[in-house]
């Protein structure tokens, strides 16, 4: 017997409900014959294990790895950028200026005693 909605139950023909019993047979059988493995030794300790191991916060190697992983994160990377640079300008700066007071320095002693720098 069917319920087709419509609340009239109509009668299956007798091969449809052979052929319905023979699939819920066959549908056991098949889940019965269904091999499953055997797990190994302690899987559910170890699952719960990487569990937690993945879940644990990633510790640094060394404080330069720390500082490269703070430098690298988004929003300190304009920060970064802006004080290598500023590093970088203060330090051609400052080696611009010795370099000219070398020179100058030079000249200076080439013109009082010339005959001292050979």
Same mark, same amino acid.
């Given at each position: 017997?069917? #319920?087709?909605?419509?609340?009239?139950?109509?009668?299956?023909?007798?091969? @449809?409900?052979?052929? @319905?019993?023979?699939?819920?047979?066959?549908?056991?059988?098949?889940?019965?014959?269904?091999?499953?493995?055997?797990?190994?030794?302690?899987?559910?300790?170890?699952?719960?294990?990487?569990?937690?191991?993945?879940?644990?916060?990633? @510790?640094?190697?060394?404080?330069?790895?720390?500082?490269?992983?703070?430098?690298?994160?988004? @929003?300190?990377?304009?920060?970064?950028?802006?004080?290598?640079?500023?590093?970088?300008?203060?330090?051609?700066?400052? #080696?611009?200026?010795?370099?000219?007071?070398? #020179?100058?320095?030079?000249?200076?002693?080439?013109?009082?005693?010339?005959?001292?720098?050979?």
């Amino acid at each position: 017997m069917v #319920d087709n909605g419509g609340g009239k139950i109509r009668r299956l023909s007798p091969m @449809k409900e052979t052929m @319905k019993s023979n699939d819920a047979k066959l549908s056991a059988l098949l889940r019965e014959s269904r091999l499953s493995p055997a797990l190994p030794p302690r899987f559910q300790e170890n699952v719960w294990r990487r569990i937690e191991n993945a879940e644990a916060p990633v @510790k640094t190697e060394s404080w330069l790895d720390a500082l490269a992983a703070l430098v690298l994160r988004p @929003k300190f990377a304009f920060a970064t950028a802006a004080i290598l640079l500023f590093a970088g300008i203060s330090l051609g700066a400052l #080696d611009g200026t010795q370099t000219a007071k070398h #020179d100058s320095q030079a000249r200076y002693l080439a013109a009082v005693a010339p005959n001292s720098l050979r």
